[in-house]
């Protein structure tokens, strides 16, 4: 484990907020976070405690702060609350209540407006029709939805009734759907007549119609009227949200649950073919999420915040609905693409809701660079006051051009490490307390206290890579994988004793940040050098004709690991010898000579799941030249995969 560490970022680069941001930041110095850090990890019951009276409302104080019984954690055992309460009617009767909660935003163009008192409104009838409908605490109900106000609304009539929610990304199928509802047993499914995606209508209701044909557990779909597009109805299973709606009351009383009541189940792909069903619960997740969104995003009740995730993400659970709304912010969401009707979509509606945080992922952030600066350069995004990142390593380069290009060298960039299965942002910078490291998602974020280890458990020197563990309970953890705790323990808990194993690689720095190198699985081994592929991948994106790039290992027979490199170029450019030979000289100029890539393929995209991830273990396949087997229903645009394995 014990390699040297490359990076393609500048040595000892730093960015720091500007004294501006500093002043009005929540936490505006490093001695201001280093102070609270130490008390959350010296005394963390005491943090916690302090942190759950402060930031929600319980309706019944707790007895105890953590009962931990290695790997399972009870948070706030014997408190009592209503995590849709929480969200929504607390801002009642103050001056949060005719502020908007929600600003949607559909592909077409269309806006609605939700203040907090229409969203409690809304929340409340929902709840009535879930009721109505059968729906009882700690049932399950799936929501299969596009990016809309309705799609938030189920989310929190479900928390509101204690019922569990699993979200299914609109971008699944009709088998993935299944598995899904088999798996949790759900009793009711909420999905659309249809959603927007690029000017062309998914069938969301079709989907579901396949799907339910083989899930018995199903007793109702309820169907939202979303784009007026036909869809066979069948009569005693299948009913119109709008005429439940309708007819429901718009009195409801939340009741208080127990602090670990289930949540939500979010399925999550593991290292086997079966998803994962990670459940969080009521308490703790509500208070990371809170606590995060508010010190991380330097939230505050009047900040427009915008992140471009969808619900059927943890991302969209915890920042979209959960952390943001329960902080009494406004919350814009989207239902499109990001290049519909145009690929300045994003800073037009920046530019016109004056979004004051944006939050996204860097494969979106690379996309904008592909497209150049000029759709940018159209729009006044000088609403922006804070960026942040999410879901893979961001490559130095593409931190410099979001810095620079989208926040103006003004606003801050949290890069936000975390997981499905932590609930909310666990490593991150906080934007007012300490300068940013492009590359490095920075500092363990409070009562955390992650460690880098190698194979046999010991932590590794400074500046080695290893494994990233997290060593001490947290409240947002997941609580266990939906009716599988063998797997849980084995997932996250066996590979050292007594920590949690997130499946990263890592190392910290001399300053204490962290740099994630990437899932462990996508660590190479080349002639006994361990590298990262993000790191090939972002020495290959800094070079001026790249715009996006995935490498995997091949197994060879000398080096253990081959590194073969999916390329696509900036608009324009075409790959030659000549370009491939440049390429592989300037990872070993940014790199190193050991990392320079065996091959290059250039293509005109990157096989990606809807959500935008690259689907690395389908170009593992492609880069041995193994016929494709594996489910690529996921998968955004198949003739790309053609184009690929064409090169072999
Ligand atoms: O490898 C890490 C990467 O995304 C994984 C978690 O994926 P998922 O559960 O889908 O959640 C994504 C949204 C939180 C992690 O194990 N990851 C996430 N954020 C970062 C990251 N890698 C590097 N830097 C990040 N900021």
């Not at 609580?479 to 194993?501: P, Q």
Request: glycine share 10%; proline share 4%.
């Amino acid at each position: 484990m014990a390699e040297k560490i490359t990076s393609t970022s500048k040595d000892g680069e730093r960015i720091a907020p500007s004294s501006e941001f500093k002043k009005q930041a929540t936490i505006s110095s490093l001695a201001e976070y280093k102070r609270l850090y130490s008390e959350s990890v010296n005394a963390p019951e005491k943090f916690w405690n302090t942190q759950a009276k402060e930031l929600l409302k319980w309706r019944k104080p707790w007895r105890k702060t953590l009962e931990w019984k290695e790997p399972h954690a009870k948070w706030f055992v014997g408190g009592k609350l209503n995590v849709c309460e929480n969200c929504v009617d607390r801002h009642l009767g103050t001056p949060r209540e005719n502020k908007a909660a929600l600003i949607f935003e559909g592909e077409t163009g269309d806006q609605k407006t939700l203040t907090y008192k229409q969203l409690h409104v809304e929340v409340c009838k929902f709840a009535n029709v879930l009721t109505g409908l059968g729906v009882k605490k700690g049932d399950r109900i799936a929501i299969y939805m596009p990016m809309n106000c309705e799609a938030v609304v189920a989310m929190l009539a479900s928390a509101r009734i204690g019922a569990v929610h699993t979200v299914i990304f609109g971008g699944f199928s009709s088998e993935s759907i299944k598995d899904r509802v088999n798996d949790c047993q759900a009793k009711v499914i909420v999905t659309a007549d249809g959603g927007w995606r690029r000017g062309s209508v998914v069938e969301l209701k079709k989907n579901v119609d396949d799907a339910v044909k083989g899930c018995p557990s199903i007793t109702n779909v309820v169907v939202v009227k979303h784009i007026g597009h036909r869809v066979s109805m069948k009569v005693g299973r299948d009913v119109w949200y709008h005429t439940l709606m309708n007819d429901a009351s718009h009195k409801h009383a939340a009741k208080a649950f127990d602090s670990e009541t289930p949540l939500f189940v979010l399925y999550t792909s593991g290292s086997t073919g079966k998803p994962k069903g990670v459940l969080h619960t009521s308490g703790g997740y509500l208070l990371g999420t809170t606590m995060t969104s508010k010190y991380v995003f330097d939230l505050k009740e009047t900040d427009t915040y915008w992140c471009t995730a969808d619900i059927g993400w943890i991302t969209g659970h915890s920042y979209v609905t959960y952390g943001i709304l329960s902080n009494g912010a406004t919350n814009v969401i989207y239902e499109g693409a990001p290049n519909y009707p145009e690929v300045d979509r994003f800073w037009d509606i920046v530019e016109r809701h004056r979004v004051t945080i944006f939050y996204t992922a860097p494969t979106a952030i690379r996309a904008f660079m592909k497209w150049g600066d000029e759709p940018i350069k159209k729009h006044d995004l000088s609403s922006l006051r804070l960026l942040g990142t999410v879901g893979e390593p961001i490559n130095p380069e593409a931190w410099r051009w979001y810095y620079k290009t989208i926040g103006g060298e003004r606003c801050p960039i949290v890069d936000t490490w975390w997981q499905t299965e932590t609930g909310g942002i666990m490593i991150t910078t906080l934007p007012g307390a300490a300068p940013s490291k492009p590359g490095s998602a920075g500092l363990p974020f409070f009562g955390v206290v992650p460690k880098v280890f190698d194979d046999a458990g010991n932590e590794v020197k400074k500046g080695e890579n290893g494994k990233l563990v997290l060593t001490t309970p947290w409240p947002s953890m997941l609580r266990t994988l939906y009716g599988d705790n063998k797997r849980y323990k084995k997932v996250y808990w066996s590979e050292y004793k007594g920590v949690y194993f997130c499946g990263d690689g890592c190392k910290q720095d001399k300053d204490g940040y962290f740099w994630i190198i990437g899932r462990i699985d996508d660590v190479l081994n080349v002639s006994g050098h361990r590298i990262g592929t993000a790191e090939v991948e972002s020495a290959l994106v800094s070079h001026p004709s790249v715009a996006e790039a995935a490498v995997v290992g091949r197994p060879h027979d000398i080096k253990g690991n081959a590194i073969v490199c999916f390329v696509t170029l900036k608009q324009g450019l075409e790959g030659t010898d000549e370009l491939r030979r440049e390429l592989r000289d300037h990872v070993g100029h940014e790199i190193g000579a050991h990392s320079k890539p065996d091959e290059i393929r250039f293509a005109a995209a990157l096989p990606k799941t809807r959500s935008g991830k690259i689907m690395r273990r389908l170009l593992k396949d492609i880069a041995v030249g193994k016929e494709i087997k594996q489910d690529t229903t996921t998968l955004e645009d198949l003739s790309v995969v053609k184009q690929l394995q064409a090169q072999d």
